[in-house]
C-alpha cells in the first residue's frame, strides 16, 4: 500500500486545513485508514481513524473540529480527507497518514508526512 500525503501548510488560529491521503496497492487489505500527528517534543498520537465501512474515531482533543471521511472511489485507490477547523496553535504538528492492514497482512503503513503549522 502507497500513500500520498497533499495538503497541510500554514493556518491560522480559528481558520479552515484540508489534508488528504491517496492509498493506492492493495486497497482490498485497508481495514482502517487514519491521521496520527507528532509535534516537537511528544509522542506521535493517533487523530482520526476511518474504518472501511466508515466508522470514525477522534482523539478527544480535536474532537467537534476535525472531520474525516473517507472516499473509496475505486479498488484501485481509496483517498481519506481530513477537514481541520477551528484550528488552534497545539495542533502544529507533522501530520501523518496510516493505512491499518493488521487484520489481513499484519502490516501498518504511514505516508512521509505533511507539515501543519498554526499560527498569527
Known amino acids: 500500500v502507497h500513500l500520498v500525503e497533499s495538503g497541510g501548510g500554514l493556518g491560522q488560529p480559528g481558520g479552515s486545513l484540508r489534508l488528504s491521503c491517496a492509498a493506492s496497492?492493495?486497497?482490498?487489505?485497508?481495514?482502517?485508514l487514519g491521521w496520527y500527528r507528532q509535534a516537537p517534543g511528544k509522542q506521535r498520537e493517533s487523530v482520526a481513524l476511518?474504518?472501511?465501512?466508515?466508522?470514525?474515531?477522534?482523539?478527544e482533543s480535536v474532537k467537534d473540529r476535525f472531520t474525516i471521511s473517507r472516499d473509496n472511489a475505486n479498488n484501485a485507490k481509496s483517498t481519506a480527507y481530513l477537514q481541520m477547523n477551528g484550528l488552534k496553535p497545539e495542533d502544529t504538528a507533522v501530520y501523518y497518514c496510516?493505512?491499518?492492514?493488521?487484520?489481513?497482512?499484519?502490516?501498518?503503513?504511514w505516508g512521509r508526512g505533511t507539515q501543519v503549522t498554526v499560527s498569527s
Open positions: 496510516y493505512a491499518d492492514c493488521r487484520p489481513i497482512t499484519g502490516v501498518e503503513y
Open positions: 496497492g492493495n486497497i482490498f487489505s485497508v481495514s482502517a
Open positions: 476511518i474504518s472501511r465501512g466508515g466508522s470514525t474515531s477522534y482523539a
